[in-house]
């Protein structure tokens, strides 16, 4: 029997799911009942789940193999060839890790939430926290998810989540529009992720991500093909060797990363989610949801980790939309859409990080991300309720001297986005792209990849430290922003916390220290990813990577040179990139210095028309695709339908003109029939 | 004896008579009288195969025939005369009411 | 026994219903209609039967036969029985009958003893068809299941009743002429088999020991008689392009009525499909899989498509009837444990869900008096409780985790995508699976212009809240979509039970 936390373990999501019925129920049938429209509950389910979160953290780091897992079977396939789907879950350091950070930040959204719903007089409260109640217990599911479907499944559930609350103010035009948008494109890539759920259970017979007695780990069979051990035999379709078949697996399954990690083709959702309450944005939009994507590909690396071109293919499209991203960033003029840019621009990193083999760094840069960026979008939050719901940065300015929480907060967020030393993204960020360009050296796919992350370092500065001076510093622009409302504990406190963690959480994993200085034993997460069982571990893909994928790692000079090398030129870019930016706009009057960039600014503010041939797409090809078919429908198929019956109908009406009603016709007719048939039967007969 | 053929080219005459009267008459009555005329065409068919096989049922058949025919006729002439109270005629082409 | 007294007392029901005064025939109705309900329910929870119906070796559920009509060499008997594929559809006939009748308490305001007398009627066939085990019995409530549906859309429909009515009726019963001669065609190709009974007939055919009909030798007349009987049943389902009058039908029926015939009408086509084409003849299902499966994947797409193209609701749903029912061929055509197991749940997931769908089009039309999406907008300030179901159905329409559809259509595309039956699976089942996509638009398309937005509506109905008879049946359906949802495996166990003999006998994938 596990131990005390692990019973427990179904209680993480619990919990939040007990405070979604409560909200639900509670606010539909009795509302005065509820404390708070909902929020109490939330904090008590939220907070609990941090504790059990925390707890199960160090129960793992304790235990003999370094996790727990359990399932119960969902349903149960008759027959000899059995295929059972499951239910379980799986503690291991990559998931706890991501359950501390989900329950905390959904900790510190509910608290905010308070400062930025409650106080703000919404209403439908309950069903704002019903929302964000179900969402939590979804995410914390597909967290500790166990296999590959029961990933899907919450990986929907979350969808579904982020849909009611992006739609939250349904009053207005606007955010139904978006949460359908975002509900759509996700969905797009979900249709290829469940068609590879469905590939992997035809294919290893199990969709586990870790073994147990009595099955096997999908991708450790994977492992076992590929590397011709044993008698290990898989089922592949379409006639495809097993090698290019699990690249279409991993590919199909990527198709929902991409979506709901918002790379780019099926970016185009996150920017208009943006809609929905910042909270949620917070939340869902920045630290947690479309983190999930990132998160199943860390999760099943043992399988991508076998397939080279998935892995380049990853990580190219990683670094093209950190870039892609990044520009439209630079000329957005409203606080979250930048945030929105820039969240697009991050995860783009973690992919690349990831399709360089860099399993720790990406996990890293999830870490701090969630981090600072759930900050950056609180503390844009607390300036949007100074600003009295006016998000344009235009009319901000000056702010630094009104709300010094929030300024220094946000600041720290921004430093660690930015990747300014020693601030939590720059370890993280910098680990990212020493993996890339390592392994670049040998790869010039990756070199063009990790090139184009470089690049994006410096946009991200400029955007960056351009929405900070346009907000917070020169003069106020508006009577608004010369005398901000002003906001409350439950403002300040989530984004102090969040602004020291944003600071300091690089300091987990500080590996160019380690390098450089020869300091044994400060890489702590990389020790942490690297404790679990075997198959998950760190050490584990690294292998991986360098005997199927051939990842080798390159050094220029020497590995203190390359390691100085990579640091410093994207610390300068970012450097670089900020100073741009506080030339620009560090003044007590600025100017919209991006329309100098023309017809390009155009492009960019338009977000490279991606959403106009989205829209086409949807609109000017499926619709009238769509009403082609009803046409069709109604016009030939019905139209035979309704033939059948008039020609019928008219051939009646035709040949009922007989009944004349004349008695002599009816005497003519039958004496003509007796005739012809007494001449048949005589023909017949031979009578003539 | 006068051969069998003799008897069935007069009644097919006397039944090709009938005929045409109904194929060509209006007149109800005129109709009536043709349809008896098929009938006895019938009879005289009965009786002269009766004779011919010397078996009695054909004639005793046309006995029933005959009574039957009176039986129609005394039908026949009330719906002519339903049909002259209701079309003031007894043409049979006028009563189309019955027709699609 | 129990079948017939399930039979019997709804039957009588009707009558009691028939001859009651108008205003009290809707509640002794819904409460007449809790006897079959508590009747079905009693059978499942005592339930206990293996293997399939129409397969030797099979243990049935409340089986009962005797000798009934002996018309020369040909024996008609009285058999009826229950396995793991009829016994979920008798109880979704019963309950979705209950909340069918407490949805019309609303929208039937007219000859209402008629009505309600008529929708029991409805149930008491349903219940036979489901359950008849012999030819001519199943025939005889196959048809009988026609008249009262006719007249329920022809007399309480709407203005274009007539039309829809008499074509429902005759393209239907024209079907079931094809299918009829399809099947007596088969039994006299049998010879010395002088039976209707479907067991009988099921293991003769399967035992290889057709002969030839006149010209026409064993092999051809398999595939002739599959082809006849295919058509039969595809108009029913209904299969593109021979889906038309379904459409016509919905729109113009009464909200119960519409209830009843997607939830449980079109299911008498796919438990036909499965009970006579693919278990009696599985060698030319399998031999022409590709084509039905186009038959499939074409209903899939194109029915979701021409639901992105209707502005009606209730057209939406009825089109995207269309859709799900081509999963059900997909999964039948796989012929593998998931396949045919997952398309029989999905007829009763589908069941549950089109119900809901209907149910809650019809409340809405309640209140405003219209169906058109461009007439209406923001009902969601003014009716939250009805929106909120309506978006729990629309989800579980599209398939979200945890509700019965999802389950249904992750079993048949499982079971297809390693069918072994059928060539290059993998890409019709994808090819297919593209449906989640398209169902996910129309739905969320039309749930954003209705429900959300400003509030605006275009008629001059004051739109308030629902009453509680329109609104409980909504939660019912919706738990009952849940709770399948969470565990399948209180339907799926005993199907997977009974379709498991079909594919292990007849090859196939697992």
């Known amino acids: ?688 | 004896m006068v051969p069998i053929e003799y008897y069935l080219l007069l009644s097919a005459a006397v039944f090709c008579i009938g005929v045409f009267g109904i194929l060509t008459r209006r007149n109800a009555l005129l109709f009536l009288m043709s349809v008896e005329l098929l009938l006895n065409a019938a009879n005289i068919n009965l009786v002269a195969f009766s004779r011919f096989h010397g078996n009695l049922t054909g004639q005793t058949f046309s006995l029933f025939t005959l009574a039957l025919a009176a039986a129609e006729v005394a039908i026949g002439i009330g719906i002519v005369l339903v049909l002259y109270r209701n079309f003031d005629d007894v043409d049979v082409t006028e009563a189309t009411t019955m027709r699609w | 026994m129990w079948i017939e007294a399930l039979i019997a007392v709804t039957l009588l029901s009707a009558f009691a219903v028939f001859l009651s005064p108008d205003g009290a025939a809707g509640k002794l109705a819904f409460a007449l209609s809790l006897l079959p309900l508590a009747g079905s329910l009693w059978m499942y929870s005592t339930y206990e039967a293996s293997g399939n119906a129409l397969l030797a070796g099979s243990e049935l559920a409340f089986e009962e036969t005797f000798q009934w009509v002996v018309a020369g060499d040909y024996a008609l008997q009285w058999h009826v029985g229950l396995d793991g594929i009829s016994m979920p559809l008798v109880a979704l006939t019963t309950v979705l009958t209950s909340l069918a009748l407490l949805a019309s308490w609303t929208p039937i305001d007219e000859r209402q003893s008629q009505f309600y007398g008529l929708m029991l009627f409805l149930e008491a066939s349903l219940l036979g068809v489901f359950s008849a085990l012999d030819f001519f019995v199943w025939f005889v409530f196959w048809e009988m299941v026609l008249v009262p549906m006719y007249v329920l859309i022809g007399v309480w429909g709407g203005p274009r009743r007539k039309y829809a009515a008499i074509k429902m009726f005759v393209y239907t019963n024209l079907a079931s002429l094809v299918m009829f001669i399809g099947f007596v065609a088969l039994v006299f190709g049998l010879g010395d088999v002088n039976s209707f009974d479907m067991p009988t007939v099921a293991q003769a055919l399967r035992g290889g020991e057709l002969g030839s009909l006149g010209p026409v030798g064993p092999d051809a007349l398999k595939v002739a008689a599959f082809v006849a009987m295919f058509a039969g049943f595809a108009v029913k389902v209904p299969v593109v392009p021979f889906h038309t009058w379904l459409p016509d039908a919905h729109v113009e029926a009464p909200t119960p009525v519409s209830i009843m015939l997607a939830g449980v009408l079109l299911k008498m086509g796919t438990y036909a499909l499965l009970r006579f084409n693919f278990t009696m003849l599985p060698g030319v299902a399998q031999d022409y899989a590709t084509i039905i499966a186009l038959f499939a994947v074409v209903s899939v797409i194109y029915g979701a498509m021409l639901a992105l193209a209707q502005s009606d609701l209730k057209r939406i749903v009825a089109y995207s009837s269309v859709s799900s029912m081509g999963y059900v061929i997909l999964g039948l055509v796989a012929y593998s444990l998931y396949g045919l197991g997952g398309a029989t749940f999905q007829m009763i997931a589908h069941g549950l869900i089109s119900g809901l769908m209907f149910m809650a089009v019809g409340v809405i039309y309640n209140t405003t008096h219209t169906r058109m999406v461009s007439d209406m907008s923001g009902l969601a300030s003014k009716m939250p409780f009805t929106v909120t179901v309506f978006v729990a159905g629309a989800f579980g329409y599209m398939g979200l985790p945890l509700m019965a559809g999802f389950a249904a259509e992750l079993f048949i595309f499982l079971g297809a995508f390693q069918s072994t039956v059928l060539a290059s699976a993998p890409l019709f089942t994808a090819a297919a699976m593209f449906g989640i996509v398209i169902v996910a638009g129309y739905l969320l398309f039309a749930m954003q212009r209705t429900l959300f937005g400003p509030f605006e509506v275009e008629t001059d109905y004051e739109v308030g809240h629902a009453a509680f008879h329109d609104v409980a049946p909504l939660v019912v359906l919706i738990l009952l979509v849940v709770a399948l949802g969470v565990d399948p495996g209180i339907f799926y166990d005993m199907i997977q039970n009974a379709v498991d003999p079909l594919v292990k006998t007849a090859g196939g994938g697992a």
Request: charged share 10%.
């Open chain 1, 1 to 688: 029997m596990a131990a005390l936390p692990f019973e427990l373990a179904p209680a993480i999501a619990a919990l939040p799911f007990v405070s979604f019925l409560i909200a639900l129920l509670v606010g539909a049938f009795a509302p005065r009942l509820l404390p708070k429209g909902g929020a109490i509950p939330g904090i008590l389910a939220t907070a609990g789940s941090l504790l059990l979160s925390i707890w199960a953290f160090v129960a793992v780091s304790g235990s003999a193999d370094g996790m727990y897992h359990e399932y119960i079977t969902w349903v149960a396939g008759a027959g000899e060839a059995t295929l059972d789907l499951h239910f379980g879950i799986l503690l291991d350091p990559l998931s706890t890790m991501m359950l501390i950070i989900v329950s905390l930040v959904a900790l510190l959204v509910h608290v905010f939430s308070l400062g930025y719903m409650n106080d703000e007089g919404e209403t439908g409260l309950p069903r704002y926290y019903a929302g964000l109640g179900l969402f939590t217990a979804s995410m914390l599911s597909f967290v500790f998810a166990n296999n590959l479907l029961m990933a899907f499944m919450f990986f929907e559930l979350v969808g579904l989540c982020s849909w009611l609350l992006i739609g939250f103010w349904f009053r207005e035009e606007g955010p139904p529009s978006a949460a359908k948008k975002a509900f759509l494109v996700t969905r797009f890539g979900d249709y290829f992720f469940l068609v590879g759920v469905v590939g992997v259970l035809a294919t290893f017979g199990t969709s586990m991500f870790v073994g147990s007695e009595n099955m096997e780990a999908f991708p450790h069979i994977a492992e076992q093909v590929l590397a011709g051990e044993g008698a290990v035999e898989v089922t592949t379709f379409l006639g495809f060797e097993p090698q290019a078949w699990f690249a279409v697996l991993g590919l199909l399954i990527l198709g929902g990363v991409v979506g709901k990690s918002a790379q780019f083709p099926l970016h185009t959702w996150l920017p208009d989610a943006m809609e929905g309450p910042t909270p949620v944005s917070a939340l869902i939009h920045a630290a947690t949801m479309v983190a999930a994507g990132v998160y199943l590909v860390a999760r099943i690396y043992g399988f991508y980790a076998l397939l080279p071109q998935v892995l380049a293919f990853i990580a190219f499209v990683g670094g093209f939309t950190a870039l892609f991203a990044a520009t439209m960033g630079v000329v957005k003029k409203e606080i979250k859409q930048v945030l929105a840019y820039s969240t697009i621009s991050q995860y783009g990193y973690m992919m690349l990080g990831l399709g360089a083999g860099g399993y720790v760094a990406a996990s890293f840069h999830l870490l701090t991300h969630a981090f600072f960026k759930a900050l950056l979008f609180l503390g844009a939050g607390s300036v949007i309720i100074a600003m009295h719901h006016n998000e344009n940065m235009w009319d901000m300015g000056g702010l630094k001297e009104k709300m010094p929480v929030t300024y220094y907060a946000f600041l720290s967020g921004s430093l660690a986005l930015a990747g300014i030393v020693p601030f939590s993204g720059f370890w993280s960020k910098d680990e990212v792209l020493y993996e890339a360009f390592v392994h670049g050296l040998n790869s010039p796919l990756l070199l063009g990849a990790y090139a184009m992350g470089l690049l994006a370092v410096f946009f991200t500065g400029f955007y960056t430290f351009r929405m900070v001076f346009l907000t917070f510093h020169g003069e106020p622009r508006t009577d608004t922003a010369r005398d901000p409302h002003g906001v409350g504990w439950n403002v300040k406190f989530p984004l102090a916390v969040l602004g020291i963690l944003a600071a300091v959480t690089g300091l987990v994993n500080m590996v160019p220290v380690q390098k450089l200085l020869g300091v044994e034993g400060i890489d702590f997460l990389h020790q942490w990813l690297d404790a679990g069982p075997e198959v998950l571990s760190a050490h584990h893909y690294s292998t991986l990577t360098h005997d199927f994928a051939h990842y080798t790692a390159g050094t220029i000079g020497s590995a203190d040179l390359t390691v100085l090398l990579s640091a410093g030129v994207s610390l300068g870019l970012a450097l670089a990139g900020a100073g741009a930016a506080w030339l620009l706009y560090d003044v007590p009057e600025p100017v919209r210095h991006t329309d100098r960039l023309g017809r390009i600014k155009t492009v960019l503010f338009n977000n490279y028309y991606q959403d106009e041939f989205q829209v086409w797409l949807a609109q000017g090809v499926t619709l009238p695709v769509a009403k082609a078919a009803d046409k069709f429908d109604q016009g030939v198929i019905d139209g035979v339908v309704n033939g059948a019956s008039s020609v019928s109908l008219f051939g009646g009406s035709r040949i009922k003109r007989v009944q004349t009603g004349v008695v002599s016709n009816y005497a003519f007719l039958l004496t003509t029939g007796l005739i012809v048939l007494l001449v048949a039967f005589g023909i017949m007969g031979g009578w003539f």
